[in-house]
């Protein structure tokens, strides 16, 4: 079992900046790659980035240039830093920790709220 714990969410304006943290603990050795997903009310679940365990990471469109997802190994943790916040990034953030190859699994946050005021 893995399990993830977020931290960081809030309220802020437009053109502000937040920082997610997202710790793992348990049987993270089994973690392939970790992930920033987010749900807007009446909308589905998207990614927003993603970082591997080798480092490599990916980005959605709509957060490219102003998101980055880092991690740091030492703390089992993993960092979504979220500069020039627009009022459609306003959600609620999960942090996914996935498990690849025969058995996949998918593991999840309990999520925190991110608010965008214009």
């Known amino acids: 079992q893995v399990q993830l714990v977020e931290s960081g969410g809030g309220l802020v304006q437009a053109g502000g900046s937040l920082r997610l943290s997202c710790a793992a603990s348990?049987?993270?050795?089994?973690?392939?790659?970790m992930g920033w997903y987010r749900q807007a009310p009446g909308k589905q679940r998207e990614l927003v980035a993603a970082?591997?365990?080798?480092?490599?990471?990916n980005y959605a469109d709509s957060v490219k240039g102003r998101f980055t997802i880092s991690r740091d190994n030492a703390k089992n943790t993993v960092y979504l830093q979220m500069n020039s916040l627009k009022p459609e990034d306003t959600a609620v953030y999960y942090c996914?920790?996935?498990?690849?190859?025969?058995?996949?699994?998918?593991?999840w946050g309990q999520g925190t709220q991110v608010t965008v005021s214009s």
């Open positions: 996914n920790g996935a498990r690849l190859g025969s058995k996949p699994y998918d593991y």
């Open positions: 348990g049987s993270i050795f089994s973690i392939n790659a």
């Open positions: 970082i591997t365990s080798g480092g490599s990471t």
